[in-house]
């Protein structure tokens, strides 16, 4: 079956502008992470949706970064004025549930973003 | 604060040496703690999850095991298939629902 997919897989922009990052989960999987990952170390936890609210947005590192899940499925992460560490490759993980303790992470593979 | 620490940052073998990664840990009460393996260029893929000291897993070559402070990640007779980055990662009672990652230790196995 289809996995997590991201697009775009690359993004190159200028400092100062806006992007848009998307992901989509494996179907029928209600939670949905958000991380991002510098070269050289792990995953840094962004934020965690459960269906289509923000449960645990403590990982966004200030106000200009941003992310929805409207209808529950497809998110969006938004960095507004983007800057040059902002540079990292941005993972999206989901899973089937977090009722009910711990459920394994299905991860994409990930959107390159470099901020010129 | 939650902190995980991985070491060796890499380990080079040679095929069928068998080894040990480290991952120690400090969290206020252990949820979970999870084991990934990731290859260049791709995301992070679910090896196992461990909950309470004493607890094993174990996969093909790999076995995984869990004290009060840390876990390791056993490899036997390892084979080139198996050089990646391997990531471990805790959950912890007052964490909510943000998941630490290690820096992760990188292994080479030579043929």
């Known amino acids: 079956g289809a996995g997590v997919s991201q697009t775009p897989s690359n993004k190159v922009t200028e400092k100062g502008k806006y992007v848009e990052l998307r992901c989509d989960p494996i179907s029928g999987h209600t939670a949905l992470y958000w991380y991002r990952q510098s070269l050289g170390q792990g995953p840094e936890f962004l934020i965690y949706?459960?269906?289509?609210?923000?449960?645990?947005d403590s990982g966004l590192p200030n106000d200009r970064f941003f992310a929805v899940r409207p209808e529950g499925s497809v998110s969006t992460l938004k960095i507004q004025r983007t800057e040059r560490g902002d540079s990292a490759v941005y993972l999206c993980?989901?899973?089937?549930?977090?009722?009910?303790?711990?459920?394994?992470?299905?991860f994409g593979p990930g959107t390159r973003l470099t901020v010129l | 604060e939650d902190q995980v620490t991985q070491s060796p940052e890499a380990l080079r073998l040679q095929e069928g040496e068998s080894s040990s990664l480290n991952c120690s840990y400090t969290?206020?009460?252990?949820?979970?703690l999870f084991w990934y393996r990731q290859d260049p260029g791709k995301g992070p893929e679910f090896l196992f999850t461990l909950y309470s000291a004493g607890e094993e897993k174990e996969k093909e070559r790999l076995k995984a095991t869990l004290t009060k402070k840390e876990s390791f990640l056993h490899i036997t007779a390892p084979k080139p298939e198996d050089s990646a980055t391997y990531l471990c990662?805790?959950?912890?009672?007052?964490?909510?629902?943000?998941?630490?990652f290690g820096a992760g230790t990188r292994l080479f196995v030579k043929a």
């Open positions: 969290v206020s009460g252990l949820r979970g």
């Open positions: 949706f459960q269906g289509t609210g923000a449960a645990d």
């Open positions: 990662a805790v959950l912890s009672n007052t964490g909510g629902f943000k998941t630490i």
């Open positions: 993980a989901s899973s089937l549930t977090r009722d009910t303790g711990y459920n394994e992470q299905f």
